[in-house]
T-cell receptor, first 111, second 114 residues
Framework: KQEVTQIPAALSVPEGENLVLNCSFT??????LQWFRQDPGKGLTSLLL???SQREQTSGRLNASLDKSSGRSTLYIAASQPGDSATYLC??????????WGAGTKLIIKP | DAGVTQSPTHLIKTRGQQVTLRCSPK?????VSWYQQALGQGPQFIFQ???????QRGNFPDRFSGHQFPNYSSELNVNALLLGDSALYLC?????????????FGSGTRLTVV
């Protein structure tokens, strides 16, 4: 059974710092891995999607990596801004076409 | 190009009542999945509809049922509401032929059971 874990559960850093969020999964048989952002009480916004055959994806100040063999993904945020404050969730898509989710990392960027 | 649309945005119901939530998928998408997200947790998969049939189902009781219409829109029905059903309900759409292109999510329906 696929399990997804995100560490840390919460993170608070000063504005301008670079930071890394971690996501691990137990079953490497995945189609892809997605990183999402969720603002309080809101829905999910897709940030980056990495196919199982890819190693990384980049969008602006965001870079996501995938190491299937070790069951790990990282989301790197460069030059953090207060507007980056949100909960970040990762989800893996397995062969049963179900997204399995981590519980998220709550990120606070202090001005 | 409209994304995924969910209605209503907020809903308050009494225990024992029934509720229907609605979802219109992104243009070009034919598959709709429903998720329940309790406060402070990741979403949990409820079920997925494709070609008007339930294709996959998560670990949810039969009180949770759904439907997909010929225009690919979908409804989630919950009967005999419990306090524990209070959550954010998220709808996601995708195109079955391009599962690797990922899912697009709506803004969700916040259901409160009192």
């Amino acid at each position: 059974k696929q399990e997804v874990t995100q560490i840390p559960a919460a993170l608070s850093v000063p504005e301008g710092e670079n930071l890394v969020l971690n996501c691990s999964f137990t079953d490497s048989a995945i189609y892809n891995l997605q990183w999402f952002r969720q603002d309080p009480g809101k829905g999910l916004t897709s940030l980056l999607l990495i196919q199982s055959s890819q190693r990384e994806q980049t969008s602006g100040r965001l870079n996501a990596s995938l190491d299937k063999s070790s069951g790990r993904s990282t989301l790197y945020i460069a030059a953090s801004q207060p507007g980056d404050s949100a909960t970040y969730l990762c989800a893996v898509l397995g062969s049963n076409y179900q997204l399995i989710w981590g519980a998220g990392t709550k990120l606070i960027i202090k001005p | 190009d409209a994304g995924v649309t969910q209605s209503p945005t907020h809903l308050i119901k009494t225990r024992g009542q029934q509720v229907t939530l609605r979802c219109s998928p992104k243009s070009g998408h034919d598959t709709v999945s429903w998720y329940q997200q309790a406060l402070g947790q990741g979403p949990q998969f409820i079920f997925q509809y494709y070609e008007e049939e339930e294709r996959q189902r998560g670990n949810f009781p039969d009180r949770f049922s759904g439907h997909q219409f010929p225009n690919y829109s979908s409804e989630l029905n919950v009967n005999a509401l419990l306090l524990g059903d209070s959550a954010l309900y998220l709808c996601a759409s995708s195109f079955t032929g391009e599962v690797n292109y990922g899912y697009t999510f709506g803004s969700g329906t916040r259901l409160t059971v009192v």
